[in-house]
C-alpha cells in the first residue's frame, strides 16, 4: 500500500478547516465614524466577518472587537448583548451517601458557607448561605466553586487541614471568579 502524500493531507484538513469557518459569519456594520477614519471607514461599510476571514476591515478595528466576535463565531454568547442570557440552573438534588462503604461520611458532614461577595455571584450565592457537600454532592454549588472545594473535602474528610489554614478542620478560600470574588468557609461538622 502506498503511504498517504503529506500535500494531500494537508489540502484535506485545510479544506475541512475552512468549511468549518465559513459556515457562519457575522456581520459588522461601521455605525458611527467621530473625525475621519485614517483605514477610510465610512458610516455603513459593512464586513462578513469570521474567526479566520477579515472581509477587509481595518486591524486596529479587527484588534479591538476579536475577543467577543470569535465567541460568537464559536457559538457563545457575550453578557452584555441586550439578548437575555440563558441561565441553566438545574435544581440540586443531594444523595444520601452514608452507609455505602465510606467511613468518613459516615461520620462527618462536610458544610460551606459563604462568607462574602465583593461584586455578585452570577450563580445567585448569597453572603450567609449554608449548604452541604461531599465527594459526590455538589450541594447547589456552582462548578466553578465546586471545583475549587474538591480537593478540600477529601483533605478534611481524611481529618487532616491544610497547613496555611487558621482553624482545625476548616479553611477558607475564594471561588476562581477574581472579579466577583466570592470568599467562603468550608468546614467539618461531626453527624
Given at each position: 500500500?502506498?503511504?498517504?502524500?503529506?500535500?494531500?493531507?494537508?489540502?484535506?484538513?485545510?479544506?475541512?478547516?475552512?468549511?468549518?469557518?465559513?459556515?457562519?459569519?457575522?456581520?459588522?456594520?461601521?455605525?458611527?465614524?467621530?473625525?475621519?477614519?485614517?483605514?477610510?471607514?465610512?458610516?455603513?461599510?459593512?464586513?462578513?466577518?469570521?474567526?479566520?476571514?477579515?472581509?477587509?476591515?481595518?486591524?486596529?478595528?479587527?484588534?479591538?472587537?476579536?475577543?467577543p466576535l470569535a465567541a460568537l463565531h464559536y457559538g457563545g454568547n457575550i453578557l452584555w448583548q441586550k439578548k437575555?442570557?440563558?441561565?441553566?440552573?438545574?435544581?440540586?438534588?443531594?444523595?444520601?451517601?452514608?452507609?455505602?462503604?465510606?467511613?468518613?461520611?459516615?461520620?462527618?458532614?462536610?458544610?460551606?458557607?459563604?462568607?462574602?461577595?465583593?461584586?455578585?455571584?452570577?450563580?445567585?450565592?448569597?453572603?450567609?448561605?449554608?449548604?452541604?457537600?461531599d465527594p459526590f454532592n455538589m450541594g447547589g454549588a456552582c462548578c466553578f466553586l465546586y471545583t475549587q472545594l474538591?480537593?478540600?473535602?477529601?483533605?478534611?474528610?481524611?481529618?487532616?487541614?491544610?497547613?496555611?489554614?487558621?482553624?482545625?478542620?476548616?479553611?477558607?478560600?475564594?471561588?476562581?471568579?477574581?472579579?466577583?470574588?466570592?470568599?467562603?468557609?468550608?468546614?467539618?461538622?461531626?453527624?
Amino acid at each position: 500500500m502506498e503511504p498517504e502524500n503529506p500535500v494531500n493531507a494537508v489540502s484535506e484538513y485545510a479544506d475541512r478547516v475552512i468549511k468549518a469557518e465559513n459556515r457562519y459569519y457575522q456581520e459588522v456594520t461601521i455605525r458611527r465614524v467621530r473625525g475621519s477614519c485614517p483605514y477610510g471607514h465610512r458610516e455603513g461599510d459593512t464586513f462578513r466577518v469570521t474567526a479566520m476571514n477579515g472581509d477587509g476591515i481595518c486591524g486596529s478595528l479587527l484588534q479591538g472587537i476579536f475577543s467577543p466576535l470569535a465567541a460568537l463565531h464559536y457559538g457563545g454568547n457575550i453578557l452584555w448583548q441586550k439578548k437575555e442570557p440563558v441561565l441553566l440552573k438545574t435544581p440540586a438534588l443531594f444523595k444520601k451517601m452514608t452507609g455505602k462503604g465510606y467511613p468518613a461520611l459516615d461520620s462527618y458532614r462536610v458544610f460551606v458557607e459563604v462568607r462574602d461577595i465583593a461584586v455578585a455571584c452570577l450563580w445567585g450565592h448569597k453572603i450567609g448561605d449554608v449548604f452541604e457537600v461531599d465527594p459526590f454532592n455538589m450541594g447547589g454549588a456552582c462548578c466553578f466553586l465546586y471545583t475549587q472545594l474538591y480537593p478540600y473535602i477529601h483533605v478534611l474528610l481524611s481529618g487532616t487541614t491544610p497547613g496555611w489554614a487558621t482553624e482545625a478542620h476548616a479553611m477558607s478560600g475564594e471561588c476562581p471568579d477574581t472579579y466577583d470574588r466570592l470568599s467562603y468557609r468550608l468546614f467539618l461538622e461531626k453527624r
